[in-house]
């Protein structure tokens, strides 16, 4: 009985972290236009969620998480816009690494991973539930 | 011989165990399918037989507790670049397919009890 509910213990983990992740993407893509304030500064810098297994020692079970989030060191986009506040000398503006095809794509393995945690949420609840049948016959 | 310890009765409940607990590896599993480096792992059925047969060959002796398996690695057919080798799909269908087998174990347990239940009962009722 207990393998069920350490089943469903590891899913909700799987869960957190997945939406976790989507937090993330969601930052990016809201994100994606954010200059810098003041002139040649740095725009916003695309994040990335790094994920890892760990063991919830309270209950001995080995989970996931989001550990942290990691910035993407890939080079900003340059774009030609002298009027821009944020632009430098030279009338360049740094606008972030962020690639909404490439958020939308990580986007959907979120989902996806998302509704497999919640798949197996839902098989390991029946399991426990045909179990608890015996008790009522 | 108690109830307790009938052959079939001791079969279906180890069977049970071995199919919550591998389905508890199948969940974490899928909880960790994008884990940078993380390799899925699965029980084998070659250990289930073999606690079956010492099971049974116990039986007379008395229950033995809740057995805990050994998990070891089986990685999917694809792995990522960051090395991650779990494939969503193959999980799921390892996940329904142990389902499948739990509640049929499942189902046979509650016959079995059944069965029990209707010897039991005093004639003509």
Redesign the interface.
């Given at each position: 009985?207990s393998?069920?509910s350490?089943?469903l213990a590891?899913?909700a983990?799987?869960l957190r972290?997945?939406s976790a992740?989507m937090r993330i993407i969601a930052e990016n893509i809201a994100n994606a236009n954010s200059t810098a304030e003041t002139p040649g500064g740095d725009p916003y810098r695309r994040q990335m969620p790094?994920?890892?297994?760990e063991l919830d020692r309270a209950t001995g079970?080995?989970?996931?998480r989001m550990s942290r989030a990691t910035p993407d060191m890939s080079e900003f986009r340059l774009e030609y816009e002298p009027g821009h506040p944020a632009a430098n000398e030279d009338g360049y503006v740094r606008y972030p690494n962020v690639q909404t095809l490439v958020e939308l794509m990580d986007m959907r393995?979120?989902q996806?991973?998302y509704e497999?945690?919640l798949?197996?949420v839902e098989?390991?609840r029946?399991?426990m539930e045909?179990?608890l049948?015996?008790l009522r016959? | 011989m108690s109830l307790d310890n009938a052959p079939t009765l001791a079969i279906l409940r180890e069977s049970m165990a071995f199919h919550s607990q591998r389905n508890d590896l199948l969940t974490r599993n899928i909880a960790n399918a994008n884990t940078p480096g993380y390799t899925p792992q699965d029980l084998s059925r070659a250990d289930f037989h073999r606690a079956l047969q010492e099971e049974l060959r116990s039986s007379a002796s008395g229950a033995v507790g809740p057995r805990r398996y050994e998990a070891h690695d089986s990685p999917d057919s694809q792995t990522t670049v960051n090395g991650n080798s779990v494939v969503l799909e193959e999980q799921m269908v390892r996940a329904q397919e142990n389902r499948l087998q739990y509640e049929t174990a499942l189902s046979l347990y509650q016959k079995s009890l059944g069965l029990m239940r209707m010897a039991a009962r005093p004639v003509g009722r």
């Open positions: 009985m393998d069920a350490d089943a590891v899913a983990a799987g972290a997945q992740r790094v994920f890892e297994a079970l080995e989970t996931v393995e979120a996806r991973s497999a945690n798949n197996m098989s390991s029946r399991m045909r179990a049948d015996l016959r | -």
